[in-house]
């Protein structure tokens, strides 16, 4: 009897040892599993290479692959998960017979040259597109030369796209024909607008009322006579400005003195005898002639 208790307390310890495990052994590898789960795709690593497509249109309804834009990553140092793209270039295969027809053909009727890429350069979404057009005839007045423009912010969401000829104009009169085998030489810009730097109201300030650099110095100073003038006080940051004197009657009239002196001393200086001018001459010609 003693031996069938014995033998019921094993069963029940080993039952509980196996829940008591279990338990614990479960919290661990979920733990496990929490830590080999990769991050979030929202860091960049820079030189990483980034290439997107990008499509055109030839009869002003449906896309076909237009070339393919590689470029390298620029990283923020502050912050990983913004991004630029440096030194974009384009890739474009030659046009082929089709190609080169639905060209011609959308150049006789004057039709327009459509291009677009995805919204999202890095992450491209399905059926989200940004899009620009120009007069086909322009295209082929350039030799097939254009400049394609995409303009994003630091996460690769391209906001807008400008295309254009090379020459940024485009011929009167009979269009050119483009010819099988024929190039695009597209020319890729990619555009991040920049924030401005915050201005630095204790920073010194030129005529103009730009801010210029301030060391510690002068930052003092700058808070210093705006605490100044914020209490009521002068520039001299103790409450009192320092008076200027006004100007005398001399400084305000010096000029006008002497011009009244000057005509006040021609108009009363003694006149002059004739005779005494006559004989003055004279004795100046005799003693010229003495010395000859």
Request: aromatic share 6%; proline share 6%; glycine share 8%.
């Amino acid at each position: 009897m003693l031996s069938s208790h014995r033998s019921h307390a094993r069963l029940l310890a080993t039952l509980l040892l196996c829940v008591v495990g279990g338990v614990v052994v479960a919290p661990i590898a979920r733990a496990a599993s929490d830590e080999i789960t990769p991050a979030r795709d929202g860091a960049r690593r820079g030189g990483e290479e980034i290439t997107f497509s990008f499509e055109h249109s030839l009869d002003e309804s449906t896309f076909a692959p237009a070339g393919v834009v590689t470029g390298k990553l620029a990283v923020d140092r502050n912050d990983a998960r913004n991004f630029r793209l440096s030194s974009p270039r384009a890739t474009r295969a030659t046009l082929g017979p089709d190609e080169t027809e639905a060209l011609n053909a959308l150049i006789s009727r004057d039709g327009v040259y459509r291009v677009r890429v995805p919204s999202n350069i890095v992450s491209a979404r399905e059926g989200s597109y940004v899009m620009a057009s120009v007069p086909a005839k322009c295209v082929a007045a350039s030799g097939l030369a254009d400049a394609l423009t995409v303009h994003t912010d630091d996460r690769g969401n391209a906001h807008g796209i400008e295309y254009t000829t090379a020459g940024g104009d485009c011929e009167d009169g009979s269009a050119r024909r483009v010819k099988v085998g024929a190039k695009f030489r597209t020319t890729v810009y990619v555009r991040v607008p920049k924030d401005a730097p915050g201005l630095n109201p204790d920073a010194p300030t030129d005529v103009r009322g730009h801010g210029a650099p301030a060391n510690e110095q002068t930052k003092r100073e700058a808070k210093q006579r705006r605490r100044a003038r914020e209490n009521g006080g002068g520039e001299n940051g103790d409450g009192s400005e320092k008076e200027r004197e006004p100007p005398t009657f001399m400084q305000n009239h010096w000029l006008k003195i002497m011009f009244c002196s000057y005509v006040f001393a021609w108009c009363f200086s003694p006149p002059t005898d004739p005779a005494a001018q006559r004989a003055a001459a004279q004795r100046r010609v005799n003693a010229l002639k003495k010395r000859q």
